[in-house]
């Protein structure tokens, strides 16, 4: 079950560095280019919406919410580009590359708990 769960987590990550050179290939549709860019920018952000300190909702984006999104922005590239794709991400993993880091997607959750503190905030006020 551990071993499942570990491969799972290692193909996982291979989705997302995909991703990531699916975004950046030119030929990539709009629609797939958008998801991919909103997908990687929270995947490999530093910065989690949901902190994994909080018990079970730390972790339901990463063990679900995450996985959804990839799966669903993996159905809109075409096969030929994902499969050029897929390779580039093996060879990027396969050299001990770094993740990628996405400071986009920290900005981008950190304006939505900005937000979010605001609006508990007029709402406490008034």
Excluded at 66 to 74: E, F, N, Q, R, S
Excluded at 96 to 114: D, T
Aim: with cysteine.
């Amino acid at each position: 079950m551990l071993y499942r769960l570990l491969r799972w987590a290692k193909q996982l990550k291979a989705e997302a560095v995909t991703l990531w050179f699916c975004y950046r290939h030119p030929d990539t549709p709009l629609v797939a280019k958008v998801l991919a860019i909103g997908i990687v920018a929270y995947a490999f952000s530093p910065i989690d919406l949901i902190p994994d300190f909080i018990p079970v909702l730390g972790l339901l984006d990463e063990a679900i919410l995450l996985p959804a999104a990839i799966w669903l922005a993996l159905k809109f590239i075409p096969r030929p580009i994902l499969d050029v794709c897929r390779a580039k991400a093996t060879t990027w993993l396969a050299e001990q590359h770094a993740k990628p880091r996405q400071w986009l997607g920290a900005i981008i959750v950190a304006a939505v708990w900005i937000a979010a503190a605001w609006l508990c905030w007029r709402w406490w006020i008034e």
